[in-house]
């Protein structure tokens, strides 16, 4: 390489800027650095970026007596010019010498670097050398004087008494006496990995019953080698399991349900799972159908795979719905990562009875047709009325969801909480026969000829209304609090009792049998309006309400005292208005019982405005007849107007069905103390199939796992509180986090976290979608939004109840499964003295451990370790002056979630790269250090 001396000849300077023979001037001239291109190296760039600020130009200039434009420019211009030369620029024989021995190994730093260089590593006599070569024949006229932080380096003043001293300050970072100039640093990135350690699940619940249970464990990657399975289950009683159609060991034996589920360790069944893809899952119970069910739990395999990525964020979702066969009972909830775009519902069941389905508060499909069925229901179902989803409300939530089908008339809810108002028609028309305005024949509840068309219509209501009675107010069932007030009317309106610890169902049989010499008028708006009373004064917002309304006749009368109608009016006591009004079915076709007509509507209406009551209204006798519209539509709006049904018959048995029916329809859909039905005669089993499912196309809120990244599912320790603090690793990225919560045979209505409140879209909060839990589903897996979690403590709040006002506490065991991206790669550290290596002792969760040694090169005595017992640089572990040991150690860390001493990934030495880069150039955050240049004159 061609090297330019400084220049001592008489000429300064080509034109080219560079030195020229020629003897030197006696006034100011610069020490000129080459100005040519320079190819850095990836090192050099890297030392570049630790050198911190680079090198300060500061000037200062001490107050002269006369004018000293000329001396501080010499001061400036010298220390200027010795901090652009490099050294490989200066043609002296020392310097060159120096070059080639190593001792100045980084030619491309000034020359001013280089003796800041020297004074910090203690060689003062080189330090003043290379001052002396680069200051020595400059301006001769002048006494110079260069100093380091105080400490003198170069002296060219003794001797001269000038009456000028101008000072020329320059400052250089990175240096400091006594301290290390050059050192190494270290990143580590994973080339690949092996047998990463990950987990899978499948989880059950909130509820799912009742019967025995088929699910679909999700996809495994192809190479996943199972390494444990763990099961535990809150179940009913004691069971078989069987995976993939292989009977997995022999009973399982549970213990009393009381949200603590029980573990078993089922890995001896690991190699029926079926690798590269789902696998499907039977539970089969052995105790009969009123205690097969499940109220949470989950399969975990633990597997290791050399496949880095995971699902997160990939914009589409597929639930399944676990299959069931005995009595389709579920609840259960999903959640949608994102902003929801498209939805489908893939149900696929054979029904004996009624069959319906519900999202959020919304019942998306509800049928009465029976047999195998496959119905796919999309956006322009789910969307439209009645369904009427919103996407935007559903859009990052833990969304309820329920399937219900059985047969209620032989399938009791276990434990039920309505209040009911049962109506009956003692008008005098009551006393004709059921099919005709002929008096009829008064009989027994136990007469053979009951139900014949001849027999009084109030004989056949008392025995209809005690059939109900019973129904609804049976004892035997466990939990029943239903309670039922009995209303009569005719002209006005009467009930029993004001007492309700007399609402037994002896007490109301009696009543009912009571009821004898109907007469008077019809007034259903009277009848209403007590029911209004009635749940105004007994009744509250956490009890289902429900009225059943029979009447053969037009109405006849309006609740006021004047010559008009008020079709408003709020009174129990009827007027008959008008008088042509006689209820009978001349008035089927006529507008005579219009004002009567209205009054009984708007009392519905404003029953149900403010007590949120279902009307059942039967209609008994010629009134059922299409002829007869003004009954019908009196009868239909009520009901249509409170989200109840109407019913009509001529036909006492038929009637009986009917009663029936609404006292089993009032069971399923009143508020449930709990999740499990009890069931009285036999079984009319119905099933949902395991290929049921619900699809999901969403915008993801979360980005899937990048290049670079690894995606591994982990497992918080159980909470053992309702409102634990868990802490959460720090550098990683969060993918999804679902915390499972056990809630027996009730719900989970409450999760909150980080102390959001409780109708941030963050939490969970139940009450959001209804307030009659039982037609809402029960999430076991209620989804945290990642952007709630931070590294470190975390705190929770869990809460479960049968109703809003009656809360059951929460499980010790609940836990919180969490998906996280985990770079392969670490920064940059510090420069670091050493770079020589070590091998290390690693461990892994499972107690397996390896021997690694890094650089795979090194053959040295360094012994490391990332074990429990020693993994930190306090135990030991690794030495912190070592590059090659402080990468690998960053990397063991990044890798090690629960710090804990374990790495989830198995290393060997190919795997690990750890790139050391030796930085001479002032690597290190010394200084800076103030150099200092007098010029006297």
């Known amino acids: 390489m061609m090297r330019h001396a400084i220049d001592r000849r008489s000429d300064c300077c080509s034109p080219s800027g560079l030195p020229i023979a020629g003897p030197m001037p006696s006034r100011s001239r610069s020490l000129r650095a080459d100005n040519r291109g320079f190819i850095f190296t990836m090192d050099a760039l890297l030392a570049g970026l630790v050198i911190v600020g680079g090198l300060l130009f500061l000037s200062t200039v001490i107050v002269s007596s006369r004018d000293t434009t000329e001396v501080s420019s010499a001061g400036q211009d010298l220390l200027a010019s010795m901090g652009d030369i490099p050294l490989y620029a200066i043609d002296h024989p020392w310097v060159i010498a120096r070059i080639a021995d190593g001792t100045m190994n980084d030619t491309s730093i000034s020359a001013l670097e280089q003796v800041g260089l020297f004074w910090a590593e203690g060689r003062q006599d080189d330090a003043r050398i290379l001052a002396e070569i680069l200051l020595n024949d400059s301006y001769p006229e002048y006494g110079l004087h260069l100093s380091i932080e105080g400490t003198d380096v170069y002296d060219r003043v003794s001797g001269m008494q000038g009456d000028d001293v101008i000072a020329a300050s320059r400052m250089i970072t990175g240096i400091a006496l006594g301290e290390a100039t050059t050192g190494s640093s270290a990143s580590a990135y994973l080339r690949r990995i092996t047998d990463k350690r990950t987990a899978a699940f499948l989880t059950f619940g909130g509820f799912i019953g009742q019967g025995n249970i088929t699910a679909v464990f999700p996809y495994l990657p192809p190479d996943a080698n199972i390494t444990s399975v763990t099961l535990e289950l809150d179940a009913a009683s004691n069971f078989t399991l069987r995976i993939n159609g292989t009977q997995c060991g022999g009973q399982y034996n549970v213990s009393a349900l009381n949200f603590t589920p029980d573990e078993w360790d089922i890995s001896a069944c690991k190699s029926s799972f079926i690798a590269g893809n789902e696998t499907p899952i039977e539970i089969r119970f052995l105790s009969g159908i009123n205690a097969s069910y499940l109220s949470g739990g989950y399969i975990r395999a633990r597997y290791l795979t050399d496949n880095p990525a995971g699902s997160a964020g990939n914009g589409t979702l597929r639930h399944y719905l676990a299959g069931i066969r005995g009595i389709v009972n579920l609840y259960d909830a999903l959640y949608v990562p994102g902003t929801l775009r498209n939805m489908t519902l893939r149900l696929h069941y054979n029904a004996t009875a009624n069959t319906y389905v519900t999202i959020g508060g919304s019942r998306v499909y509800d049928s009465n047709l029976t047999g195998e069925r496959t119905v796919e229901l999309t956006d322009q179902n789910l969307t439209s009325f009645p369904s009427l989803l919103d996407y935007d409300w559903l859009s990052n939530r833990t969304v309820p969801l329920r399937v219900a089908s059985y047969n209620s008339s032989v399938q009791i809810i276990f434990g039920t909480n309505a209040d009911i108002i049962l ?28 139900y014949a068309n001849t027999t009084q219509r109030l004989s056949v209501a008392k025995c209809l209304d005690e059939r109900f009675t019973n129904i609804t107010m049976n004892e035997s069932l466990p939990n029943n609090l239903n309670r039922e007030w009995l209303v009569a009317f005719s002209s006005s309106a009467s009930y029993y009792s004001s007492n309700p610890s007399q609402l037994t169902r002896s007490n109301l049989v009696n009543q009912i049998q009571n009821y004898n010499n109907p007469s008077g008028g019809t007034c259903i708006a009277c009848a209403v309006n007590m029911a209004y009373n009635i749940f105004s004064s007994f009744s509250s917002s956490n009890r289902s309400r429900f009225v059943v309304l029979l009447t053969d006749g037009i109405p006849t009368h309006c609740t006021t005292s004047s010559t008009f109608c008020n079709t408003v009016g709020v009174g129990t006591t009827g007027t008959y208005n008008p008088s042509s009004c006689g209820g009978d079915s001349s008035d089927c076709s006529t507008n005579h019982c219009d004002g009567p007509i209205a009054a009984a509507v708007n009392a519905t209406r404003r029953l149900y405005a403010t007590h949120n009551a279902t009307v059942y209204t039967i209609g008994f006798g010629p009134v059922t007849l299409q002829s007869c519209s003004k009954a019908r539509y009196l009868l239909e709006t009520m009901a249509n107007t409170t989200n109840g049904t109407y019913y009509a018959s001529q036909n006492s048995s038929a009637l009986v069905q009917i009663y029936d029916d609404i006292a089993h329809d009032i069971l399923s859909r009143t508020v449930q103390l709990s999740q499990d039905v009890s069931v009285e005669g036999n079984v009319s089993p119905s099933v949902l199939y395991p290929d049921s499912y619900i699809d999901m196309v969403y915008d993801s809120s979360v980005m899937a796992p990048q290049q670079g990244e690894i995606a591994v599912t982990l497992q918080s320790g159980q909470f053992g509180s309702c409102s634990p603090t868990i802490a959460l690793p720090s550098g990683v990225r969060y ?3 679902t915390l499972m919560s056990y809630s027996d045979r009730y719900w989970t209505d409450l999760v909150q976290v980080n102390n959001q409140s409780s109708d941030n879209r963050s939490s969970f909060n139940l009450t959001a979608f209804g307030t009659v839990y039982s037609t809402l589903g029960d999430p076991f897996e209620v989804s945290i939004p990642v952007v709630d979690l931070v590294a470190g403590n975390n705190t929770f709040f869990i809460n479960t109840a049968d109703n809003p006002g009656n809360t059951s506490g929460c499980s010790p065991n609940n836990s919180l499964i969490y998906d996280v991206a985990v770079n392969l790669s670490v920064e940059r550290s510090e420069p670091v003295p050493g770079s020589e290596g070590c091998e290390w002792d690693i461990a892994f969760p499972d107690g397996a451990r390896v021997n690694v040694t890094i650089p795979s090169s090194y053959s040295g005595t360094n012994r490391c370790s990332y074990t429990p017992s020693n993994h930190t640089l306090a135990d030991g572990s690794y030495d912190g002056d ?27 030495e190919e795997d690990l790269e750890v790139i050391v880069t030796t930085i001479s150039r002032v690597p290190y955050l010394h200084g800076p250090s103030r150099v200092v240049l007098e010029v006297v004159r």
Request: contains cysteine; negative net charge.
């Open 882 to 908: 070592d590059a090659y040991q402080l990468g690998a150690y960053m990397m063991f860390r990044r890798l090690d979630f629960n710090d804990d001493g374990t790495i989830f990934v198995n290393l060997r």
């Open 423 to 450: 109506i009956t028609d003692k008008s005098g028309s009551m006393d004709w026969r059921v099919n005709s305005d002929q008096d009829g024949t008064v009989r027994s509840c136990t007469n053979a000829n009951l």
């Open 735 to 737: 993918l999804s986090a």
